[in-house]
């Protein structure tokens, strides 16, 4: 079940994956980090400033970021995989991608960055794999500088009916199998507070993914059932289901249901300062 750098991944790279992750941005954006790059005022992004986006998948969240930032910033984008990075054209010049896993970053990041983001990579790390990766981050920061994590939390806010019950089994089994908690996204703020960071501030927001929230509700739809979508080649490949056709029917149910009950995920935003 794990990569070869410890990683717990079953969700499709590149491809359909990475347009996937980039319509995402368009929504998330709005919907959780209110139409900015960061959630936290208090972070005064400086001339020439260096900025981490760990897991970056497509790069979509740093993309967006290039444009905002002042003069001389230098975005650096990680991942542990390059599958789903942009095609070289897309890259703005002052953007940098590498392969790195968020537990293992390189040694001379030491001090940095003065921010560092990460987004939606839960269902990859367990708590164990969560707590390296935060002393990671504070590694790599300069005092004084601002993390900030975004991460689903996968259970239901909402109730739910009998097809969203079964669809949870299935993801109590799997992650039974692979060790990684539903609830992580919760812990976070504990986690950061136990790696050394101040001023942590932990804060729900929530993204419709239902037809009843009319537009919005509707990317936030094509957004999470793409990512369920997608991860059908990695559920056959490590046996958790039988066959594609079964799970696809499976989903097409939970669709109906998650309309029929305006169902939103809830998404922590967790943002701290290393002294
Ligand atoms: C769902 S994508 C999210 C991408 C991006 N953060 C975003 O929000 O658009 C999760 C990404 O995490 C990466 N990933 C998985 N395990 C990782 C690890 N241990 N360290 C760094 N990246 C990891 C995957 O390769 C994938 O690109």
Redesign the pocket.
Known sequence: MSDT?G?V?L?A?GGSERDR?NA??KTVRKCVYDDRILNDDTVLLQPGCRIL??????G??LIDAAQEVPEGAELYG????DK?FPPPNDVPSNAHFSVA???ALPHEWDGYFDVVH????AN??RAS?WKTALSEFHRVLKPGGALQLVEIDFRYPTSVGPTMKKYEELQRSVRNSTGVPVDAASHLGAWAEEAGFVNVMAQKKYVPVSKKWGEIGQRGFDAHMG?LRNLTQGYLKAGFIQSGEEYSALLDDVEKEWDEFGVRYTIWVVCARKP
């Open positions: 750098t990683s991944y969700l790279r992750l995402q941005q986006d760990s897991a970056t998948g497509s979509a969240w990680a991942d542990i995989s789903s896993p968020a537990t990460q987004r939606y990579v990859a790390l794999d990512a």
